[in-house]
């Protein structure tokens, strides 16, 4: 007989919030993301999704409230930022390639500089991310030989080569050409089948119905919602979720 292994919380947000100025962006967000689940989250534009993200990997600080990774409260002075930022991948609506150096620098740098991997193993650990996301055999080309949604693997295969405990999508498929778009959900539907921890800012609906565990409504700095896919897309609770779905879906 085997025991099943408690499920673990990957990712947690205890209360945080964040104003710009005098702006609130995020009001006492509350959420917590289970190690191997995808968790989803949607909403309006202007509504607190990037900046939720970028409280994960430090790239903002909240103003009050705790972000855990694993057993880590992030947001505890003294972190060590790097580190942080290795643990959490980030994948950006535009790929921030460097133009000048090959795909496989791209994918071998910071695991050099941040974890201080020699160059063959790091070109090693990039090959076979690069493999992973079906772009084996290019190594030798610049960004710019590239389409968009090569590029954007790219960038998935920089994050994962640093070996992340979760990894952050923000709208990685909303700057690409539609015929694009496939791919790169079909690299993170792999990623999330392969049990990776994913918090994903998608405006893909049927990737949020089919992929993600849970799905999370933000609106004005709130979340206002998170459900099963089911419950969120088929029986969502509040109004202005309801109102939201009625004008995407
Ligand atoms: P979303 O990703 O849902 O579109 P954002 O998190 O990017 O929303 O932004 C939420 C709000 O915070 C918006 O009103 C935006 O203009 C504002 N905002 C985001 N980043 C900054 C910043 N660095 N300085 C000031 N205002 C910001
Ligand atoms: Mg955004």
Redesign the pocket.
């Known amino acids: 007989m085997t025991t099943e292994a408690p499920v673990r919380t990957a990712v947690r947000y205890e209360r945080i919030s964040k104003s710009?100025?005098a702006?609130p962006?995020l009001r006492e967000i509350e959420l917590d993301v289970p190690g191997g689940t995808t968790t989803c989250i949607v909403?309006?534009?202007?509504?607190?999704?990037?900046?939720?993200l970028?409280c994960t990997n430090l790239l903002e600080v909240p103003d009050s409230g705790r972000v855990l990774v694993g057993d880590e409260a992030i947001t505890d002075r003294g972190a060590d930022i790097d580190r942080i930022r290795s643990r959490v991948g980030m994948v950006f609506q535009r790929f921030h390639l460097f133009p000048h150096r090959t795909v496989l620098d791209n994918v071998t740098l910071a695991q050099q500089q941040v974890l201080g991997r020699s160059r063959d193993e790091a070109a090693t650990i990039a090959r076979r991310e690069l493999d992973s996301v079906g772009l084996a055999g290019l190594e030798d080309r610049r960004p710019a030989q590239l389409s968009g949604g090569q590029q954007q693997r790219v960038a998935i295969a920089r994050s994962l080569a640093m070996n992340p405990e979760v990894m952050l999508f923000?709208e990685a498929t909303s700057a690409l050409d539609p015929e694009l778009v496939k791919g790169v959900l079909g690299v993170m539907r792999e990623l999330a089948s392969r049990g990776m921890t994913m918090i994903v800012?998608t405006h893909e609906m049927r990737f949020a119905r089919e992929v993600a565990h849970q799905v999370a409504f933000?609106d004005h700095?709130r979340l206002i919602e998170t459900a099963s896919p089911e419950e969120f897309f088929d029986a969502p609770r509040s109004p202005r979720l309801r109102t939201f779905l009625e004008q995407v879906l």
Request: hydrophobic share 25%; glycine share 26%.
């Open positions: 710009f100025g702006t962006v909403g309006p534009s202007g509504s607190g999704k990037s900046t939720l970028r923000d800012v933000l700095g």
